[in-house]
C-alpha cells in the first residue's frame, strides 16, 4: 500500500501529555524506522522506566483537513474503512488511516447539529448514496433524517431521537427505533419515500401490549425477523411471558416469544459493525453471537464492536486495537485517536463505516504495527543504556 498515514506515538491517561508534533509514518517492508523508536521510547519510559504500569496506549493520528475539502462522491470506489466525523459544524468522511478527507454535508444542509453519542450516529447505505441520522435542530429538540449523497437534498422523517438504524443490504429501505417516544419501530424506504410504523395488525399480543409493554427493536442478521423486549413490568404481570418477542418482517405478523437474549441485556443490545455479534448496553463486559446468543463468547472491554476480539469503538471516540492470538507483542491493546492537524484537537465525535465489500477487512493493515517483544526490549535498552552515559 502506497498511501501515507500521519501518525505519531503518544501517551495519554494519568494526565500525561502525548508528543508534541508529528512524522510521516510510510507503510513500508520495515516499519520500525528510527522515528518510530525515538516515539516507541516514551512508552516504554513511562511503563518501565516510571512504573506507570497503568498507562493507556494510544496512536495519535493527525487528520490534515484542506481548507477546500472536496465534496463526496456517493458512488466514489472505496478501497478503506471510512470513518464519519462532525468537526467545524461540517460531516466529514475519511479513510480510517486519516487520509482523504471529503465533505457529506453541512450543518445548514442537514438542518442542524448532528447526533454522535451512543446508540445514535450517522449510518451510511451499503451503496454509499444515504446516510440516515439523528440531528438537534435546536437544543434539546431531535429530528431523524434520511440524506442523500447524490441529490444533496434531506428527507425528514419524523421528530424525536431515532437509534439502531439498520440499512438493508441493498439500500432500498432502513429500519430503525425512534420517533417522540424513541421507542417505536420504523421502516423507510427511500425508493417510494414512504414511512411505515412497524406494528402488528392488533395491539394484543398474548396478555401484553404491543405499544405499552415493549421497547427496543433490532432486526435478524437475516433480515427475516425483527425482536423487541418486553418489559420488566410486563413479565411481572405475565410470569409465562418470554423477555424476547419476534415478529415476522415485513408484516410484523407475531411469531412467538422466548428468553433469546442473555438475562444481561435488560436495557438493551449494541450490535456490532459487522451485525455478527452483540453486547448488552450496560454490561458491554461479555459479548455474544446472533447464532448462538445465550453463550458468552468472550469478554469485552467495549460495548461497541467493530470486529469481535481484535477492534473496538469506544463512545469517548477512539479506536480501540486489541492483542490478538498472531501479535506478538508485550502490549495488550493499542488506541487510536484522531486529531485535527491545524487546531491540535480530538476528532472524537466520529462513526465507521464499512463499504460494501470491505465489512470483513483487516484493519491492521492501515495502521502501524503493534511492537514486537524484540523492538520493544530494543526501545527499553536504548533507554537504559543512554541512562549509563
Known amino acids: 500500500m502506497n498511501k501515507t498515514a500521519k501518525i505519531i506515538l503518544g501517551v495519554t491517561g494519568l494526565g500525561i501529555v502525548s508528543l508534541t508534533g508529528l512524522y510521516a509514518y510510510k507503510l513500508m517492508k520495515d516499519p520500525y524506522d528510527d522515528e518510530y523508536m525515538e516515539n516507541l521510547k516514551l512508552l516504554v519510559e513511562l511503563k518501565e522506566i516510571h512504573k506507570l504500569k497503568d498507562i493507556n496506549n494510544s496512536w495519535n493520528i493527525y487528520v490534515d483537513i484542506p481548507d477546500e475539502v472536496p465534496q463526496e462522491k456517493w458512488d466514489r470506489h472505496q478501497t478503506m474503512p471510512q470513518v464519519q466525523f462532525y468537526e467545524n459544524r461540517k460531516m466529514y468522511t475519511m479513510n480510517i488511516d486519516g487520509t482523504d478527507v471529503r465533505l457529506l454535508f453541512t450543518r445548514e444542509e442537514i438542518g442542524g447539529l448532528v447526533e454522535i453519542k451512543g446508540l445514535s450516529y450517522p449510518v451510511r447505505s451499503p451503496d454509499g448514496r444515504y446516510i440516515a441520522t439523528s440531528i438537534q435542530p435546536k437544543t434539546f429538540n431531535y429530528s431523524c433524517v434520511i440524506y442523500d449523497l447524490k441529490t444533496h437534498e434531506k428527507k425528514m422523517l419524523l421528530n424525536g431521537r431515532c437509534i439502531n438504524f439498520d440499512w438493508e443490504s441493498n439500500s432500498k429501505g432502513v429500519y430503525f427505533v425512534g420517533g417522540k417516544s424513541w421507542n417505536e419501530p420504523f421502516y423507510f ?4 419515500g414512504k414511512l411505515k410504523s412497524l406494528k402488528p395488525r392488533t395491539d394484543n399480543i398474548g396478555e401484553i401490549s404491543y405499544s405499552q409493554d415493549l421497547y427496543d427493536g433490532v432486526r435478524t442478521p437475516d433480515g427475516n425477523e425483527f425482536i423487541r423486549l418486553v418489559k420488566e413490568e410486563a ?43 452483540f453486547t448488552c448496553i450496560g454490561n458491554g463486559k461479555k459479548y455474544y453471537s446472533f447464532d448462538n446468543p445465550q453463550k458468552v463468547i468472550s469478554d469485552n472491554s467495549e460495548d461497541l464492536i467493530i470486529m469481535a476480539d481484535k477492534w473496538l469503538n469506544l463512545d469517548e471516540g477512539i479506536i480501540q486495537r486489541l ?9 495488550e491493546s493499542i488506541k487510536y485517536l484522531y486529531f485535527d492537524k491545524k487546531t491540535d484537537s480530538l476528532l472524537n465525535n466520529y462513526s465507521v463505516y464499512f463499504p460494501e465489500g470491505l465489512i470483513d477487512t483487516d484493519l491492521s493493515e492501515f495502521f502501524p504495527p503493534m511492537p514486537s517483544h524484540e523492538v520493544y526490549n530494543k526501545a527499553y535498552n536504548m533507554l537504559v543504556n543512554k541512562d549509563k552515559k
Open 189 to 192: 424506504n427511500v425508493q417510494s
Open 235 to 277: 413479565l411481572d404481570k405475565n410470569k409465562n411471558f418470554k423477555k424476547t418477542v419476534f415478529f415476522e418482517l415485513p408484516s410484523m405478523s407475531y411469531i412467538g416469544t422466548k428468553d433469546y437474549f442473555p438475562k444481561d441485556c435488560i436495557n438493551g443490545i449494541r450490535v456490532s459493525v459487522n451485525k455478527k455479534f
Open 323 to 331: 492483542k490478538t492470538p498472531s501479535d506478538i507483542t508485550p502490549l
